[in-house]
C-alpha cells in the first residue's frame, strides 16, 4: 500500500500567486515526521520543511507553509507569491520511527510558475 | 564543509559487473540512507544506518548490499549488475531538526 500519495503530477500557477501542493499519507504509528523536498531541474533533493506528528501548530519556512490536517491525514504544501525559480519537482515525504526509522516518498508533484 | 558527497557522479556497468558507490558526511550525522529514483517512482529506500556499524534494509533492498565500518562512509555495493538497476542512486544523511541532506546523486546505467 502506498504510505505517501501525490495525486497531482503536475500543477501550473502564475507568478507572484499562491499554489497548494497535496500530499496524503498512510501510518497507523503515532509519532511520524513528514517532510516536502524540492528537486529542480538540475536533480538535487532541497530540504524544505518539516511537521512533527506532535506538533501543535503548522510548520512555517519563509514563502512554504504546511498545511497538517492529523485527522484527514493530509499535509499539503502550499507555496505563497510563487516565483519563477520555484518551477521544479516536488516531493513529500514521511519518516515512520514505528518501521525503524525509514522515509517514504510520493511520486512528486511537477510544478510550473508562468511568467 | 563539504556536506554528502557520492563518488562516482556517473558510471555504465554491463550486465553481471559490481561496482561500489561511496557516500560521505562531514556533518557527524548517525544516520545515513541510499535511495534509488526512477521516473514516475519517486524514491525508494535500498537500506539504511542508524550508526557506525549497522545497517537495515529499507523498501527495495534485493541485488544490494552496503556497509558502514566508519560513521562518516555509508557504502553500496552491487554484487551482479543487472539492468533493472539502471536509476539513479542518492544518498542522504540526518540533521538534528529531521531534515535529510542529500548528496547529488549518481547516474548508473546498466547496459
Known amino acids: 500500500a502506498q504510505k505517501i500519495t501525490q495525486t497531482q503530477p503536475g500543477m501550473f500557477v502564475q507568478e507572484k500567486e499562491a499554489v497548494t501542493l497535496d500530499c496524503t499519507y498512510d501510518t497507523s504509528d503515532p509519532s511520524y515526521g513528514l517532510f516536502w523536498y524540492k528537486q529542480p531541474s538540475s536533480g538535487e533533493m532541497i530540504f524544505l520543511i518539516y511537521?512533527?506528528?506532535?506538533?501543535?501548530q503548522n510548520a512555517t519556512e519563509g514563502r512554504y507553509s504546511l498545511n497538517f490536517q492529523k485527522a484527514r491525514k493530509s499535509a499539503n504544501l502550499v507555496i505563497s507569491a510563487s516565483q519563477l525559480g520555484d518551477s521544479a519537482m516536488y516531493f513529500c515525504?514521511?519518516?515512520?520511527?514505528?518501521?525503524?526509522?525509514?522515509?517514504?516518498f510520493g511520486t512528486g508533484t511537477s510544478l510550473t510558475v508562468i511568467p | 564543509n563539504a556536506g554528502v558527497t557520492q563518488t562516482p557522479k556517473f558510471r555504465v556497468l554491463k550486465t553481471g559487473q559490481s561496482m561500489t558507490l561511496l557516500c560521505a558526511q562531514d556533518m557527524n550525522h548517525e544516520y545515513m540512507y541510499w535511495y534509488r529514483q526512477d521516473p514516475g517512482m519517486g524514491l525508494r529506500l535500498i537500506h539504511y544506518?542508524?550508526?557506525?556499524?549497522?545497517?537495515a534494509k529499507g523498501e527495495v533492498p534485493d541485488g544490494y548490499n552496503v556497509s558502514r565500518l566508519k560513521k562518516q562512509n555509508f557504502l553500496l555495493g552491487l554484487e551482479s549488475a543487472a539492468p533493472s538497476q539502471t536509476s539513479v542512486y542518492f544518498c542522504a544523511s540526518n540533521g538534528a531538526r529531521n531534515e535529510q541532506f542529500f548528496g547529488p546523486g549518481t547516474r548508473l546505467t546498466v547496459l
Open positions: 511537521q512533527g506528528s506532535y506538533d501543535q
Open positions: 544506518s542508524v550508526g557506525e556499524g549497522t545497517t
Open positions: 515525504a514521511m519518516r515512520d520511527w514505528y518501521t525503524g526509522n525509514q522515509f517514504y
